[in-house]
Every structure is written in C-alpha cells, then in structure tokens.
C-alpha cells in the first residue's frame, strides 16, 4: 500500500507517546495525525490494515484513515477524531460518585468484545505473541521461562476477539457511543489474558502511575476493579476467588513493561508468585 504524502505545516503537534507523535490538523478540528518516529514504516500500515479488519467486524472503535508520509519520511495515520470524547477512566475521576457506572458499563463493552469470534486465520494468537515476548526476555532464567510458558499453554484456547491493551483508558464516549481505541495489539485468544490488564492498571500499578496516566488516585482505581469484577465475571463469584485467578495473567504483563523499559518490574512479577 502507498502512503498518502501530507504536509506537516498544516498541523500542529498535539502530544507525544513511546512510539510517535499526534497531531492536531490547523483548520479541520476533527482531523488528526498519529506520526510515528523516524525509521517506522511498517509499523503504522500494519496499524492501520489491522484498525480496518477490527472495524469491518463491526467492534465499535473509531473509523480508520489513510496511511502516510510527511516530507522528512516519517510514517503515520491520518483519522477522523470522535469529537467531544472523553475516556472511562477520565470520566471516572472527574465524577468519582459514578464509579460503579461506569466500571459497569466498561465491564459490559468487554464483555461483548470478549464474545465476537474470529476468523482465527485472519489475526494472531495472543498465546503466540506472549511466547516471543518470553524468549525476548532477559531477566527471567530458563527454568522461570519453563514455568511461564507452560501457564500459557495450559491456559484453554478462545477464539474470540482481545483487544490487547485493555486499559479503561482505551474505551472512550461521545454523544451517547463508546468506542474502543488503540487497536494495535488486537488478536484472539482467552479473555483472562485481557482482563489481566484491567487488574494490573486498577490494582497492580503505583499511585504515581495511576494519577498521571488514569487521572484518579489510586484507591479510586481499585475500586472501579471492584465495581468491575462482579458486572463481567458474575455476581455469585467472590472478588478473593477473582483476584487468584486473574494475578498471573495481570503478571504476564510484566513481559511487555519489561521489553519497554529495559529492566526488571519486581512489583509487577509479585502477581506471577503462583506460576513461579
């Protein structure tokens, strides 16, 4: 596919990530740029193929746009912005009264994710993706990685939709829809590999961390976790007998913070205790 060449005198940068930059577009408020780092082609054109796949299933999430290239060969996409979003988690901690709706209604969306099944010939298994990030790793021993890999077999296979980066920053609203956004690990697999995201952004993370990338201290957090957990595993299960469940896919986590930092995260490998 050819990228669409765009000019970037006619948006002004609008924030910054791991991977790239977003852009808001000078006179069309509802254009905006994803623009990744230089030497990423391929990347945002996988990114965007995929986007259009999770679309054409009918998931809700934002419409994808064109594949480009800026004058100085940076590669990106260009999209139609949802306009007067606002995300779960935003919405959570500016109305912390509302906590248990908006857990609830985060809980029913993944729900009705974690049902659409899937062409598994059309995208990857998450099993797949968790055993290359294991033989990546360079902090945990052989006979650890033993460990690990043999959990992720023994989990029982799915062939229903994961997002990949279930944070409840990654569901937004507008005029009375929600959408799913940041599709870009989007495979299929078992829902406890997705939900452990859930529980290692409400429970797992530093208080730090929370306030800055979710908005809310982190007692708020926790207790979206716990307004969440009844809605999307049922009633009749005990949060306790939950938490022991999900803790080691939350903790398999751990293998992609690890490949993005660099180092060790001790506080995150704690959850894998019943693996190790």
Request: with cysteine.
């Amino acid at each position: 596919m050819e990228a669409i060449r765009i000019s970037l005198d006619d948006y002004v940068l609008a924030g910054g990530g791991a991977n790239g930059e977003s852009y808001d577009h000078k006179t069309d408020p509802s254009i905006m740029l994803k623009l990744y780092f230089p030497g990423k082609i391929q990347q945002p054109l996988d990114e965007m193929i995929l986007a259009r796949k999770v679309y054409d299933l009918g998931i809700p999430t934002p419409e994808p746009g064109d594949y480009v290239v800026t004058e100085d060969g940076r590669y990106g996409i260009r999209f139609r912005r949802i306009m007067n979003k606002k995300s779960y988690s935003r919405a959570t901690g500016d109305n912390p009264q509302e906590v248990a709706w908006y857990a609830g209604e985060f809980a029913r969306m993944c729900l009705q994710l974690h049902s659409t099944r899937l062409d598994v010939k059309r995208f990857e298994n998450v099993k797949d993706r968790y055993y290359r990030l294991l033989e990546a790793n360079p902090f945990f021993t052989s006979a650890e990685k033993d460990k690990i890999g043999k959990f992720i077999s023994d989990t029982p296979d799915e062939d229903t939709a994961i997002h990949g980066d279930l944070q409840f920053s990654n569901l937004i609203f507008a005029d009375g829809k929600s959408y799913f956004i940041d599709l870009g690990d989007f495979c299929y697999g078992n829902h406890l590999f997705d939900v452990g995201m859930v529980y290692l952004c409400c429970y797992l993370s530093g208080e730090d961390f929370i306030k800055e990338t979710f908005h809310m201290p982190k007692s708020l957090s926790m207790r979206f976790w716990d307004e969440f957990a009844p809605v999307y595993f049922g009633k009749d299960r005990s949060l306790k007998d939950i938490e022991e469940e999900i803790r080691p896919y939350a903790g398999l986590k751990t293998l992609i913070v690890e490949r993005d930092t660099g180092s060790p995260m001790p506080e995150f490998r704690a959850a894998l205790e019943s693996v190790l």
